[in-house]
């Protein structure tokens, strides 16, 4: 057909012809896709898990940046609880603009989000607003958490050198710790995952089963230390379940503000 000679109806047939799909044709673009994304699932899937902890590891760095703020101005470190209430996430709270979001790892259950509602009666106190519900910690009523606070560190009866606890700090059983006492910050656990369960999920232990670090992340647990630098690390080789001292001396110390072993 040369130009300007007129169109006829056998040259729209043969032009639709020629670009049309076949159903085959369709098919097997279809199929195409499918494998696509099958090969592409456990790379996005990958990706998601670690964009979590990620997330999870910038929420323990702004927490430790939480807890040295309330180190600074109060001159403790923040306390884990009191009247039978988790205390150190209401305080560290107010260092944080007032998110909560921080307190919650994406990979932990979604009951262990901490979500403020109102309804206690009970005054502004502790860290906690006016009329707040606070998050019971410990047997019956016990509130979900995805975060654990060191308060004891090793042999949760002993104490170190000034009578106060070994760990963060325990005001209900007269243990609070001075921010200036901490030996090593670098080499101290202050908070990290923890195991939801719904009974003493705000805190962590290194000699009680049950309460030790979770190991939601590749087999390990990530951990935020008094200089509020983060680590992912194995919890096994830190536990001493029979509470014997019988595991490595130099992980013992890291649960201890005073950076000994005991």
Same mark, same amino acid.
């Given at each position: 057909?040369?130009?300007?000679?007129?169109?006829?109806?056998?040259?729209?047939?043969?032009?639709?012809?020629?670009?049309?799909?076949?159903?085959?044709?369709?098919?097997?673009?279809?199929?195409?896709?499918?494998?696509?994304?099958?090969?592409?699932?456990?790379?996005?899937?990958?990706?998601?898990?670690?964009?979590?902890?990620?997330?999870?590891?910038?929420?323990?760095?702004?927490?430790?940046?939480?807890?040295?703020?309330?180190?600074?101005?109060?001159?403790?470190?923040?306390?884990?609880?009191?009247?039978?209430?988790?205390?150190?996430?209401?305080?560290?709270?107010?260092?944080?603009?007032?998110?909560?979001?921080?307190?919650?790892?994406?990979?932990?259950?979604?009951?262990?989000?901490?979500?403020?509602?109102?309804?206690?009666? #009970?005054?502004?106190?502790?860290?906690? %607003?006016? @009329?707040?519900?606070? *998050? !019971?910690?410990?047997?019956?009523?016990?509130? /979900?958490?995805?975060?654990?606070?060191?308060?004891?560190?090793?042999?949760?009866?002993?104490?170190?050198?000034?009578?106060?606890?070994?760990?963060?700090?325990?005001?209900?059983?007269?243990?609070?710790?001075?921010?200036?006492?901490?030996?090593?910050?670098?080499?101290?656990?202050?908070?990290?995952?923890?195991?939801?369960?719904?009974?003493?999920?705000?805190?962590?232990?290194?000699?009680?089963?049950?309460?030790?670090?979770?190991?939601?992340?590749?087999?390990?647990?990530?951990?935020?230390?008094?200089?509020?630098?983060?680590?992912?690390?194995?919890?096994?080789?830190? #536990?001493?379940?029979?509470?014997?001292? %019988?595991? @490595?001396?130099?992980? *013992? !110390?890291?649960?201890?503000?005073?950076?000994? /072993?005991?």
């Amino acid at each position: 057909m040369r130009y300007g000679d007129p169109i006829r109806n056998s040259d729209l047939r043969v032009n639709r012809q020629q670009h049309a799909f076949t159903i085959p044709e369709m098919l097997a673009v279809v199929a195409l896709i499918v494998i696509i994304i099958s090969i592409l699932q456990p790379a996005i899937q990958k990706g998601r898990t670690y964009a979590r902890e990620a997330m999870c590891n910038s929420n323990l760095h702004q927490i430790g940046l939480g807890s040295r703020g309330y180190a600074t101005d109060e001159r403790y470190l923040p306390p884990s609880y009191l009247g039978g209430y988790a205390v150190w996430p209401a305080v560290i709270r107010q260092y944080t603009n007032g998110n909560t979001d921080v307190f919650y790892c994406p990979e932990a259950p979604r009951e262990a989000k901490w979500e403020v509602t109102l309804g206690s009666g #009970l005054p502004a106190e502790w860290g906690y %607003a006016a @009329d707040e519900v606070r *998050r !019971r910690v410990g047997g019956s009523g016990s509130w /979900s958490f995805s975060y654990g606070h060191n308060n004891d560190g090793t042999n949760a009866g002993l104490r170190n050198a000034s009578g106060a606890s070994l760990g963060v700090g325990d005001p209900f059983a007269g243990r609070e710790v001075a921010s200036a006492t901490v030996v090593a910050p670098s080499n101290f656990m202050l908070i990290s995952d923890s195991l939801v369960d719904g009974v003493w999920d705000h805190f962590i232990d290194e000699d009680v089963p049950g309460e030790e670090p979770a190991t939601r992340h590749h087999g390990g647990a990530y951990v935020v230390f008094g200089d509020a630098h983060t680590e992912w690390i194995n919890p096994e080789p830190y #536990l001493d379940h029979s509470n014997t001292g %019988a595991n @490595d001396p130099a992980l *013992r !110390r890291r649960w201890n503000n005073d950076n000994k /072993s005991h």
